[in-house]
């Protein structure tokens, strides 16, 4: 339900003062599933990457992309940020588990505040999940990098 309210407030404010005959052709095009091609959409895409561009840290990059590779609706335990983390040596000067996990609770911290990562919705592990529309533009930012 989120996912829906999320688009339809994205959309509303892309054609916030458009004439009717915009919002009509942007109907037609919702229904056509062609989102892609509606030129207001391109906004909400630069805004997301304005978002990632801003974020203060190599490491919260680096996290957010990680985020991205995982399946679409995933809900991303944050232990697993911090097992992936170490793995791939996201993190400078760390030096025990104590001390990434500290780290992965910050740049979650940091994702979290313009809307980059969500909370999860499961209750047996603490988590993060990424919304469709923003997993979509974290992989074309990664598949640029």
Not at 18 to 26: G, Y
Request: hydrophobic share 40%; with cysteine.
């Amino acid at each position: 339900m989120w996912r829906l309210t999320y688009c339809t407030v994205t959309i509303a404010k892309a054609l916030k003062g458009k004439s009717e005959n915009i919002w009509n052709d942007v109907l037609l095009r919702l229904k056509n599933s062609s989102i892609k091609g509606i030129r207001e959409m391109q906004n909400v895409y630069s805004r997301l990457e304005l978002s990632f561009d801003l974020l203060e840290s190599d490491e919260a990059k680096s996290c957010f992309l990680l985020c991205c590779l995982l399946p679409e609706d995933y809900n991303v335990p944050l232990e697993d940020l911090v097992s992936y983390g170490m793995g791939l040596g996201l993190f400078e000067d760390l030096s025990n588990i104590h001390q990434a996990r500290d780290r992965v609770y910050t740049l979650i911290d940091e994702l979290k505040g313009p809307f980059l990562l969500l909370e999860g919705d499961l209750e047996e592990y603490e988590c993060v999940k990424m919304h469709d529309m923003i997993r979509d533009v974290a992989i074309s930012i990664a598949r640029d990098k």
